[in-house]
Nanobody, 125 residues
Framework: QVQLVQSGGGWVQAGGSLRLSCAAS????????MGWFRQAPGKERDFVAA????????NYADSAKGRFTISRDNAKKTVYLQMSSLKPEDTAVYYC??????????????????WGQGTQVTVSS
């Protein structure tokens, strides 16, 4: 099993940027596909981005394309979500997730086995 600890998040004005981090422990990090999800109040947990084990392939939700960048540093056992041009509708609790199986095309929460604790991102208009 892998444990995921998130950091970053907070409050930012619309148009601003924020970087989320998710540090893993417990197992070889490069064995895991990593993803980011978000959940706004009253809504389901939605896919944001995913990255392959080596970092060579990424996948983004339409809402994230062109604004968000997922990356990973396997030496640091950390995955990042760089968010730019933030909008109020980006406000949500953001979760990192890991799975040993599948590909970066995995976009459903059920595709992932391990989850971070979540961090609040609030974008003010």
């Amino acid at each position: 099993q892998v444990q995921l600890v998130q950091s970053g998040g907070g409050w930012v004005q619309a148009g601003g940027s924020l970087r989320l981090s998710c540090a893993a422990s417990g197992r070889i990090f490069s064995n895991y596909i990593m993803g980011w999800f978000r959940q706004a109040p009253g809504k389901e947990r939605d896919f944001v981005a995913a990255i392959s084990k080596s970092g060579g392939i990424t996948n983004y939700a339409d809402s994230a394309k062109g604004r968000f960048t997922i990356s990973r540093d396997n030496a640091k056992k950390t995955v990042y979500l760089q968010m730019s041009s933030l909008k109020p509708e980006d406000t949500a609790v953001y979760y990192c997730a890991a799975t040993y199986s599948g590909t970066s095309a995995n976009t459903r929460p059920r595709d992932y086995d391990y989850w971070g604790q979540g961090t609040q991102v609030t974008v003010s208009s």
